[in-house]
């Protein structure tokens, strides 16, 4: 959860409460790392699956329809900046 909460840029204790939200809506479970005492893994449950579907479908959605009135060139184009965004950034050399 620690490292969920790194990725995201927020506090940990704001990773268990969402955690625990979803942990008491069964949409996903606590469990020991095996390789590591301190900490616990999260593992999706059965449940969860469909409302990700749900999810992923709306986004899709919601972004075909934002994007209808471009070009596809001016898609492409996009397209590629926000590869260049995504990219890690890499250290200025002497």
């Not at 979803?22 to 996903?28: D, G, H, K, R, T």
């Not at 469990?31 to 059965?46: C, G, H, V």
């Not at 492409?76 to 890690?88: C, G, K, V």
């Amino acid at each position: 959860m620690g490292d969920m909460a790194v990725k995201c840029g927020i506090a940990p204790r704001t990773v268990t409460q969402f955690v625990d939200a979803l942990e008491q809506a069964n949409l996903l479970i606590r469990m020991p790392d095996p390789d590591d005492r301190r900490a616990t893994l999260l593992k999706l449950t059965e449940s969860a699956l469909p409302l990700i579907a749900k999810a992923r479908t709306a986004m899709q959605a919601s972004a075909k329809k934002v994007l209808a009135p471009l070009p596809p060139e001016k898609l492409a184009q996009l397209f590629e900046i926000l590869l260049q965004l995504s990219a890690p950034v890499e250290a200025a050399s002497d």
